[in-house]
Nanobody, 113 residues
Framework: VQLQASGGGLVQPGGSLRLSCAAS????????MGWYRQAPGKPPLLVAF???????YYVDSVKGRFTISRDNAKNTVYLQLNSLRPEDTAVYYC????????WGQGTLVTVSS
């Protein structure tokens, strides 16, 4: 499996979700890993990324609400989503940062009451 995200679902505003993305070892070991999201009719946009050394970056709209982490032993990157808002609704994907691999399976997050 190259890139496979999971953990999405329907959640009310203010709720939380934890997304996971399993990556092939060859991708995970050698790349900064990022989470991206794609709203209907738009390209995937970066949400956050994490280096293997622990450095992280978040776009302003998710700072303080989302947390990215990675388990280097499991070749898995996580995204904890808290205080969700309707505008967070999107299909979430992981990829290297900058993105350079084919987009794999995403996971749909829907924030709605």
């Amino acid at each position: 499996v190259q890139l496979q995200a999971s953990g999405g679902g329907l959640v009310q505003p203010g709720g939380s979700l934890r997304l996971s993305c399993a990556a092939s070892g060859s991708i995970f070991r050698t790349n900064v890993m990022g989470w991206y999201r794609q709203a209907p009719g738009k390209p995937p946009l970066l949400v956050a990324f994490a280096s293997s050394g622990g450095g992280t970056y978040y776009v302003d709209s998710v700072k303080g609400r989302f947390t990215i982490s990675r388990d280097n032993a499991k070749n898995t990157v996580y995204l904890q989503l808290n205080s969700l808002r309707p505008e967070d609704t999107a299909v979430y994907y992981c990829n290297a940062y900058p993105s350079k691999y084919a987009w794999g399976q995403g996971t749909l997050v829907t924030v709605s009451s």
